[in-house]
């Protein structure tokens, strides 16, 4: 794509400036040759004045502002741009955009956890089982790249998974969302069975997490000696998000003991005691069951909890009465404690965060619970909640604003609402951490703003508004979800892209260009981001929602074919 060449020869001129090309030089030195002596000295002087222009470009580069790396505006007004237009042409380009991310990927830290997208170096922080390459599997496979899916394939099967990096202990929920759940769909893609097998090694060795005294699991497992490691806590995301992966190891293996250990954390958290029915505070006492704290979130630590019980109920084929009731119960109590409505712009919801000891709101909404109006517009279709999907397009146009309004049209990871006191809400005292930025071009600093910008402004490549846009377009049929898709996709090319891959980026009002690169591209971007791009931009029946649950890491599972194995 065109936009790549202009990013990156302005990325790189300092260094082929610093060295002249060779064409130039051997034409010069003809010249010299054939020249006489004012010939000679004009050449001099030319090669003078083209020095002393080096050098002032040269300084305009180290010493400039840092605001020339070209990015789109923040908004790209219809029909300003030679952008693709098709579904097609956009799909393609989400393809490009994973087939460069892979290729640095495969030639900097092939088999490694993660590519350092800035430096081509690379890590392997998830122990070394080369979390980049599992996690990103499946989209290889639905986007079609099928000879780097099979080089894929055949390096996951030498991986030896009863292995970790020495003293590195293995964090249980992050490695079945992304590890087992990412062989999994894998394997039901390929229907290659060494996949399968290296689903169960992976589901095996992280089996000692459930032997605690409640079964409820130890957020840590030590691999190598074979056994988890103890601890007083777990929190509720963690214990309640590796349900429907075990569970689809028992459907495809025959082996129902994965589910049932899965199966028991669900049932004595849904029977602990609640400050609230359907909102469970984060902390989970491994020892006694009980919920701990009043920290209730459908962020951080909270969100995939929620997400799992509708996500069962779907995988079950409706068949879990259970998760229908706790679904439905969390919901409600949401709806009614958690959202509100922001007191300058009447357009923008948001669901803030909950202190249920103190009975305090804080109006903060996280980019992570931008997965939340996908999962309402999701349930309002299988139970028939249409107030759901209501407040799900209200906030996904909250979620989409967090984007829009920044200008390298990037969401930071949270932005903070204000709220009056005469709505029964008191105001966070973390306001008093929260700038202004100016956003929009209105005259009051707070009409123009709706929400204002945490200290925390980076960006590192999140899905979750590009999930729920993919969901909402296939609910609701709406074009623009299409487009606003797209909008974010632009951006993610416009900033974060390297000659590698992708990267985080440090601060999303910042236009600074490079220097905002975190050197940092995790899993996720691979496995959830791109892949629900491309599917936002695919037909609606591939990877129909009819016939696949996808787990919180974007890998699609099938629905189960008959009720309960
Ligand atoms: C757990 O909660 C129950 C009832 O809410 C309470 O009786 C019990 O003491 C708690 N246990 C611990 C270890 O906190
Ligand atoms: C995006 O923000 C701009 C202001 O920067 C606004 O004019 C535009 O309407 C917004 N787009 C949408 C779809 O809301
Ligand atoms: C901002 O949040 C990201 C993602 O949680 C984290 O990796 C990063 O360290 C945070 N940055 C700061 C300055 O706190
Ligand atoms: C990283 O790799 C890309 C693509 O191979 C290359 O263009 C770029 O110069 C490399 N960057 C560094 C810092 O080596």
């Avoid at 087992?180 to 290296?198: H, I, Q, V």
């Avoid at 984007?403 to 008191?426: A, C, H, M, W």
């Avoid at 200290?455 to 609701?476: D, F, G, K």
């Avoid at 791009?533 to 074919?561: C, G």
Wanted: charged share 25%.
């Amino acid at each position: 794509m065109a936009a790549d060449d202009t990013i990156y020869s302005e990325c790189t001129a300092a260094e082929p400036l610093l060295a002249p090309r060779p064409t130039l030089g051997s034409r010069l030195k003809r010249r010299w040759y054939r020249a006489d002596r004012l010939g000679r000295a004009a050449i001099v002087l030319l090669a003078l004045m083209m020095c002393a222009a080096l050098a002032v470009r040269i300084l305009v580069e180290v010493t400039g502002p840092r605001d020339r790396w070209p990015g789109p505006p923040a908004t790209i007004p219809p029909g300003a741009d030679d952008s693709p237009e098709s579904d097609e042409e956009r799909r393609l380009a989400v393809r490009a955009a994973m087939k460069h991310a892979w290729s640095g990927y495969r030639k900097y830290a092939f088999g490694k956890d993660e590519l350092r997208p800035v430096s081509n170096g690379s890590n392997n922080k998830w122990g070394g089982w080369g979390v980049t390459l599992i996690d990103a599997l499946d989209t290889l496979h639905i986007m079609e790249l099928h000879a780097e899916f099979k080089e894929a394939v055949t390096h996951v099967t030498g991986v030896d998974f009863s292995k970790a990096t020495d003293g590195y202990t293995t964090p249980f929920f992050e490695m079945v969302i992304r590890c087992l759940g990412g062989l999994l769909s894998a394997y039901e893609m390929s229907l290659d069975p060494r996949l399968l097998e290296k689903a169960q090694q992976v589901g095996d060795v992280l089996m000692p997490a459930f032997g605690t005294s409640t079964g409820i699991p130890y957020p840590r497992v030590d691999v190598n000696a074979g056994r988890a490691v103890p601890s007083d806590r777990v929190c509720i995301a963690e214990a309640g998000t590796v349900q429907l992966e075990y569970w689809k190891l028992s459907e495809l293996t025959g082996d129902p003991s994965y589910h049932a250990a899965a199966q028991r954390v669900v049932d004595i958290l849904d029977r602990a005691h609640k400050p609230y029915p359907g909102l469970y505070p984060i902390w989970v006492d491994i020892a006694s069951g009980n919920l701990t704290s009043g920290q209730i979130t459908f962020g951080g630590m909270g969100d995939s909890w929620y997400e799992y019980m509708l996500k069962q109920y779907i995988y079950s084929r409706r068949s879990t009465a259970q998760y229908r009731r706790m679904y439905e119960e969390s919901i409600d109590a949401m709806t009614a404690r958690m959202v509100q409505r922001s007191i300058y712009d009447e357009n923008m919801y948001y669901v803030g965060d909950l202190d249920a000891t103190a009975t305090k709101f804080s109006p903060r909404f996280q980019h992570l619970t931008c997965f939340v109006p996908g999962m309402l517009a999701l349930g309002s279709r299988v139970l028939d909640r249409p107030a759901d999907l209501e407040l799900a397009k209200q906030l996904t146009y909250t979620c989409f604003q967090m984007y829009n309004l920044t200008s390298t049209g990037l969401s930071p990871e949270y932005v903070q609402f204000r709220d009056s006191k005469d709505r029964g809400i008191s105001p966070d005292e973390a306001e008093a951490d929260f700038t202004t930025v100016a956003l929009g071009a209105a005259s009051s600093k707070e009409e123009r703003d709706g929400f204002y910008l945490g200290p925390n402004r980076s960006y590192i490549l999140r899905p979750e508004t590009i999930e729920s846009l993919m969901v909402l377009y296939r609910v609701t049929g709406d074009l623009k979800y299409k487009e606003w898709g797209w909008q974010i996709f632009r951006a993610i090319e416009a900033w974060t892209k390297t000659p590698a891959a992708y990267s985080a980026y440090r601060d999303v009002t910042s236009t600074a260009g490079r220097s905002q690169l975190t050197d940092s591209m995790e899993s996720f971007f691979l496995a959830e981001t791109l892949k629900y791009l491309y599917l936002l931009f695919s037909p609606a029946d591939y990877y129909s929602l009819d016939e696949y649950v996808f787990n919180t890491e974007a890998h699609p599972f099938r629905i189960m074919r008959s009720p309960r194995p």
